[in-house]
């Protein structure tokens, strides 16, 4: 016969009570994603009855509401049912079931007291504990078990917050509720103390919200009951309540992983000093076995034991190819919040992998994002990433290193360390060397990651631990890239076409570009010469776009002494935080990283991100001290790159913290040089940045003498042939002025018109040389290839700048009037001291062109 609906909707909800009742001790964080579904802000801390207004417009809310209070009602007299006949099998003792179950009726009276909404539940728990009082004097024992069930029951969710006030109130209920059982003697004491321990340390070691509603409550009503029917010595009651503020109120505060240390030592403390003070020698016996009991609970040993049978038995019985099998009934599956370690689960997700890699990734990634077991995932990425990286034979299998483990999470654990995400940047810069368009530009490419594992190799040499998973890694992939690297060397100096050698574009890095940053050497010796001096001034390195400030920044690590530590910070990235703590956490680990790229490594630490979060650029100082300090000797030279976003920070935080941290630093932090790169002069920021930097020298980055550019030309790379007419020289130094970037690009486009030329065989490839003819034939395609340089440089300026040079484009002569836009342009390097001229003839051609499509 079927059930009838109200039947079925019963079991139903039973079922669910049930669920949440698992959930609260075993699932916490799958029991999180479920309140989240009920209610964004909902927590397991959280006193659903708080948020009674939304019952009508949420029923699923309103319902857990009901589930709660139901368990913390009931579930206590069930576990009173199983655990005493448990108890006088086996210590002989009788039990009181009258006491337990009058004691049971007033807890779920006050239970029902504290649904009913009452918003003083702190008056409402003083006058329980009148009750009590007066109980005592005047009424019988019966009366005041009752009166007392009723208050403790009323007191779960009084006035002090709903996880604090159940903590509070189970240790005042268990004090009065033990303190008027009686006394039967030393041994029995101890036991119970024991037993109470046991369930209270579990309770203390689950999950909150419900974990302390739910799983305390029935800890607390079934201890109380257990309490009043064996009677108990006031020593184990009070050591028993000791134990559930300490235990709760840690874990509340804390967190479980500090919860459980602090619970740990705080437990055999206080469980003696306990028996110490009630002086009575069997509550003090009470007390050490208790508080024992107490910490074997809060580390969650009681399920534990069964967990360690489970998956030896997992791991002994099933075969290797049947461990794929397994990982569905790994421990952790059914228990998220194991705290001891437990072994073979990453050996097993490991041999699984090879069966089944999918199963496996679900595995790890069920381990990081619903269980506190991501060491144990960090074991498995790194035991199924060392399979994979050993067997790579050839540059084919590095490259696919990075496919094959993209499923690894990012950023990684950090349980994973350092080195396994070396070799993911490793694999990615090797395809990226594999993408280029030449065998010549591979080669170079491929120096990035051949370095990295040179680098790696001399790291790990002080690691023994590492050095046993990744050394003969690391020496193999090192070989197939040198071989490589060979080869296509081999090939470029075979190849028939012209080395394309120059970069356009991106700013220029020591490792690809080598020899291609040419000059600036005075630019670099007062730099040098400024950080060391007695007094460092702050220094300003300004110029115009696109004329190698950024690239100087990155080669200067190569150019200035050992004990100055340039560290280079792109602020237009960090600019995109909206927040002060977002800036802060961003330039902290900016710091970091370029540290990690010198050519000598440093390897500094993370910032502490509780006080980063709490207030970010007093973090920042202490943590700057801390590097000073452990780095003595060193001058750090913090270059702050496009220093000009700090403006839109201020702005869109509407505080001036950056700059403040940045004048402390000045005046107080003295190993700490501050280095900043613009393309504007301080006269044109906003008045309040000349508060900040004061004593500041301006270094001004111009364009290459014309030796310099000439060298550029002639000899970007070494051994690179004659590929110039004389006259072509002079006309890519005519039409670029020397301007870094455009002489680059106008000979990159150069060697792609000669390239053409030999592919279609209109030159001889050994013969084929550029001439003035060339460099006027690639003007056109300079222009379209560097629109956004040309682009920003006319939107940069001001109307009357533009109306001027319009003028002069026209054939017009500036008149007096135009004094002070010449002087500005001229400083600029947009036109001649004269005012009359522009300073690079490409500039002009383009906005010749911009006007004429106007």
């Given at each position: 016969?079927?059930?009838?609906?109200?039947?079925?909707?019963?079991?139903?909800?039973?079922?669910?009570?049930?669920?949440?009742?698992?959930?609260?001790?075993?699932?916490?964080?799958?029991?999180?994603?479920?309140?989240?579904?009920?209610?964004?802000?909902?927590?397991?801390?959280d006193n659903p009855f708080a948020k009674r207004v939304e019952f009508r417009t949420n029923p699923r809310l309103h319902c857990y509401a009901g589930q709660v209070w139901w368990l913390t009602a009931v579930v206590p007299m069930f576990a009173v049912l199983l655990v005493a006949p448990v108890y006088i099998l086996i210590s002989g003792e009788s039990f009181n079931w009258f006491k337990s179950c009058v004691f049971l009726v007033g807890w779920f009276i006050g239970r029902f007291v504290d649904r009913g909404g009452n918003k003083n539940r702190l008056v409402l728990f003083l006058i329980a504990v009148l009750s009590i009082f007066l109980a005592s004097q005047f009424f019988s024992e019966v009366a005041l078990v009752v009166v007392f069930g009723v208050a403790l029951g009323a007191a779960f969710g009084m006035a002090f917050g709903a996880t604090f006030g159940v903590a509070l109130g189970a240790a005042i209920g268990v004090v009065f509720g033990v303190g008027v059982g009686v006394a039967v003697g030393v041994a029995v004491g101890v036991a119970v103390g024991?037993?109470?321990?046991?369930?209270?340390?579990?309770?203390?070691?689950?999950?909150?919200?419900?974990?302390?509603?739910?799983?305390?409550?029935?800890?607390?009503?079934?201890?109380?009951?257990?309490?009043?029917?064996?009677?108990?010595?006031?020593?184990?009651?009070?050591?028993?309540?000791?134990?559930?503020?300490?235990?709760?109120?840690?874990?509340?505060?804390?967190?479980?992983?500090?919860?459980?240390?602090?619970?740990?030592?705080?437990?055999?403390?206080?469980?003696?000093?306990?028996?110490?003070?009630?002086?009575?020698?069997?509550?003090?016996?009470?007390?050490?076995?208790?508080?024992?009991?107490?910490?074997?609970?809060?580390?969650?040993?009681?399920?534990?034991?069964?967990?360690?049978?489970?998956?030896?038995?997992?791991?002994?019985?099933?075969?290797?190819?049947?461990?794929?099998?397994?990982?569905?009934?790994?421990?952790?599956?059914?228990?998220?919040?194991?705290?001891?370690?437990?072994?073979?689960?990453?050996?097993?997700?490991?041999?699984?992998?090879?069966?089944?890699?999918?199963?496996?990734?679900?595995?790890?990634?069920?381990?990081?994002?619903?269980?506190?077991?991501?060491?144990?995932?960090?074991?498995?990425?790194?035991?199924?990433?060392?399979?994979?990286?050993?067997?790579?034979?050839?540059?084919?299998?590095?490259?696919?290193?990075?496919?094959?483990?993209?499923?690894?999470?990012?950023?990684?654990?950090?349980?994973?360390?350092?080195?396994?995400?070396?070799?993911?940047?490793?694999?990615?810069?090797?395809?990226?060397?594999?993408?280029?368009?030449?065998?010549?530009?591979?080669?170079?490419?491929?120096?990035?990651?051949?370095?990295?594992?040179?680098?790696?190799?001399?790291?790990?040499?002080?690691?023994?631990?590492?050095?046993?998973?990744?050394?003969?890694?690391?020496?193999?992939?090192?070989?197939?890239?040198?071989?490589?690297?060979?080869?296509?060397?081999?090939?470029?100096?075979?190849?028939?076409?012209?080395?394309?050698?120059?970069?356009?574009?991106?700013?220029?890095?020591?490792?690809?570009?080598?020899?291609?940053?040419?000059?600036?050497?005075?630019?670099?010796?007062?730099?040098?010469?400024?950080?060391?001096?007695?007094?460092?001034?702050?220094?300003?390195?300004?110029?115009?776009?696109?004329?190698?400030?950024?690239?100087?920044?990155?080669?200067?690590?190569?150019?200035?002494?050992?004990?100055?530590?340039?560290?280079?910070?792109?602020?237009?990235?960090?600019?995109?935080?909206?927040?002060?703590?977002?800036?802060?956490?961003?330039?902290?680990?900016?710091?970091?990283?370029?540290?990690?790229?010198?050519?000598?490594?440093?390897?500094?630490?993370?910032?502490?991100?509780?006080?980063?979060?709490?207030?970010?650029?007093?973090?920042?100082?202490?943590?700057?001290?801390?590097?000073?300090?452990?780095?003595?000797?060193?001058?750090?030279?913090?270059?702050?790159?496009?220093?000009?976003?700090?403006?839109?920070?201020?702005?869109?935080?509407?505080?001036?913290?950056?700059?403040?941290?940045?004048?402390?630093?000045?005046?107080?932090?003295?190993?700490?040089?501050?280095?900043?790169?613009?393309?504007?002069?301080?006269?044109?920021?906003?008045?309040?940045?000349?508060?900040?930097?004061?004593?500041?020298?301006?270094?001004?980055?111009?364009?290459?003498?014309?030796?310099?550019?000439?060298?550029?030309?002639?000899?970007?790379?070494?051994?690179?042939?004659?590929?110039?007419?004389?006259?072509?020289?002079?006309?890519?130094?005519?039409?670029?002025?020397?301007?870094?970037?455009?002489?680059?690009?106008?000979?990159?486009?150069?060697?792609?018109?000669?390239?053409?030329?030999?592919?279609?065989?209109?030159?001889?490839?050994?013969?084929?040389?550029?001439?003035?003819?060339?460099?006027?034939?690639?003007?056109?395609?300079?222009?379209?290839?560097?629109?956004?340089?040309?682009?920003?440089?006319?939107?940069?300026?001001?109307?009357?700048?533009?109306?001027?040079?319009?003028?002069?484009?026209?054939?017009?002569?500036?008149?007096?009037?135009?004094?002070?836009?010449?002087?500005?342009?001229?400083?600029?390097?947009?036109?001649?001291?004269?005012?009359?001229?522009?300073?690079?003839?490409?500039?002009?051609?383009?906005?010749?062109?911009?006007?004429?499509?106007?």
């Amino acid at each position: 016969m079927s059930n009838t609906p109200s039947t079925s909707g019963f079991w139903n909800y039973v079922a669910e009570c049930v669920r949440l009742l698992y959930w609260s001790y075993f699932k916490p964080f799958t029991f999180e994603r479920w309140l989240r579904n009920i209610h964004p802000e909902l927590k397991r801390t959280d006193n659903p009855f708080a948020k009674r207004v939304e019952f009508r417009t949420n029923p699923r809310l309103h319902c857990y509401a009901g589930q709660v209070w139901w368990l913390t009602a009931v579930v206590p007299m069930f576990a009173v049912l199983l655990v005493a006949p448990v108890y006088i099998l086996i210590s002989g003792e009788s039990f009181n079931w009258f006491k337990s179950c009058v004691f049971l009726v007033g807890w779920f009276i006050g239970r029902f007291v504290d649904r009913g909404g009452n918003k003083n539940r702190l008056v409402l728990f003083l006058i329980a504990v009148l009750s009590i009082f007066l109980a005592s004097q005047f009424f019988s024992e019966v009366a005041l078990v009752v009166v007392f069930g009723v208050a403790l029951g009323a007191a779960f969710g009084m006035a002090f917050g709903a996880t604090f006030g159940v903590a509070l109130g189970a240790a005042i209920g268990v004090v009065f509720g033990v303190g008027v059982g009686v006394a039967v003697g030393v041994a029995v004491g101890v036991a119970v103390g024991v037993a109470f321990r046991v369930i209270l340390g579990v309770a203390v070691g689950m999950a909150f919200g419900v974990g302390v509603g739910v799983a305390l409550g029935v800890a607390v009503g079934a201890t109380f009951s257990m309490a009043l029917g064996v009677g108990v010595g006031l020593g184990v009651g009070l050591g028993v309540a000791v134990g559930v503020v300490v235990g709760v109120v840690v874990e509340m505060a804390e967190g479980v992983a500090e919860g459980v240390g602090l619970g740990v030592g705080l437990g055999v403390t206080g469980g003696m000093a306990v028996g110490m003070a009630v002086g009575v020698v069997g509550s003090l016996a009470g007390g050490v076995a208790g508080g024992m009991a107490l910490i074997l609970g809060v580390l969650r040993v009681y399920f534990w034991l069964p967990e360690l049978l489970w998956i030896l038995t997992l791991f002994l019985l099933s075969p290797n190819e049947k461990r794929v099998n397994c990982l569905r009934y790994l421990p952790p599956r059914f228990d998220e919040l194991i705290i001891l370690p437990l072994p073979f689960m990453d050996v097993m997700i490991v041999e699984a992998y090879r069966k089944n890699p999918n199963a496996a990734c679900e595995t790890i990634n069920y381990l990081i994002t619903s269980t506190n077991q991501q060491k144990v995932a960090a074991q498995a990425i790194s035991g199924i990433a060392v399979d994979i990286l050993n067997i790579c034979q050839k540059l084919s299998d590095i490259v696919e290193i990075a496919n094959q483990l993209a499923w690894i999470p990012s950023p990684p654990p950090k349980e994973l360390g350092v080195v396994l995400p070396q070799f993911l940047e490793i694999s990615q810069d090797v395809r990226a060397s594999e993408e280029a368009t030449s065998p010549y530009r591979k080669y170079e490419l491929l120096n990035i990651p051949i370095n990295a594992l040179r680098q790696l190799g001399q790291s790990l040499a002080f690691d023994a631990r590492v050095a046993v998973s990744f050394g003969n890694t690391t020496q193999s992939w090192l070989t197939i890239l040198e071989t490589a690297q060979r080869t296509l060397n081999e090939q470029a100096q075979q190849s028939k076409e012209i080395r394309q050698v120059y970069i356009a574009g991106n700013s220029l890095d020591y490792e690809t570009a080598k020899d291609r940053f040419k000059g600036r050497k005075d630019i670099f010796e007062e730099i040098e010469s400024l950080t060391l001096s007695e007094q460092p001034p702050v220094l300003l390195l300004y110029g115009g776009r696109r004329t190698g400030k950024t690239s100087a920044l990155k080669y200067l690590p190569y150019r200035v002494q050992a004990n100055i530590v340039p560290l280079l910070v792109d602020l237009q990235g960090a600019a995109a935080a909206t927040t002060l703590k977002g800036l802060a956490e961003n330039l902290s680990q900016q710091i970091i990283e370029a540290a990690r790229r010198l050519p000598r490594k440093i390897y500094l630490p993370n910032p502490d991100a509780k006080k980063l979060a709490e207030d970010p650029f007093p973090a920042l100082q202490t943590w700057l001290a801390e590097i000073e300090r452990s780095n003595s000797g060193k001058q750090f030279l913090l270059c702050l790159d496009e220093y000009e976003r700090l403006g839109e920070v201020v702005k869109a935080t509407s505080s001036r913290a950056p700059l403040n941290f940045i004048r402390n630093l000045l005046q107080y932090q003295r190993k700490w040089i501050l280095l900043f790169s613009g393309s504007q002069e301080l006269s044109e920021l906003d008045d309040y940045w000349s508060d900040y930097l004061i004593n500041t020298r301006a270094l001004r980055m111009t364009y290459l003498h014309e030796l310099e550019a000439r060298d550029l030309i002639l000899q970007p790379v070494e051994n690179f042939r004659d590929i110039y007419e004389p006259t072509a020289v002079d006309a890519i130094i005519q039409v670029t002025r020397c301007q870094p970037f455009l002489v680059q690009l106008v000979c990159y486009e150069v060697v792609e018109l000669l390239n053409r030329d030999i592919r279609r065989n209109r030159r001889e490839a050994h013969t084929a040389k550029a001439t003035a003819q060339d460099v006027k034939e690639v003007i056109p395609v300079v222009l379209e290839r560097g629109n956004q340089y040309f682009r920003e440089l006319w939107t940069s300026l001001a109307d009357s700048d533009r109306s001027l040079l319009r003028r002069i484009i026209h054939g017009e002569t500036p008149t007096q009037q135009d004094k002070g836009v010449v002087r500005k342009l001229t400083r600029k390097e947009i036109l001649t001291q004269e005012g009359n001229a522009f300073q690079v003839p490409l500039v002009q051609k383009y906005i010749e062109q911009l006007l004429e499509e106007e």
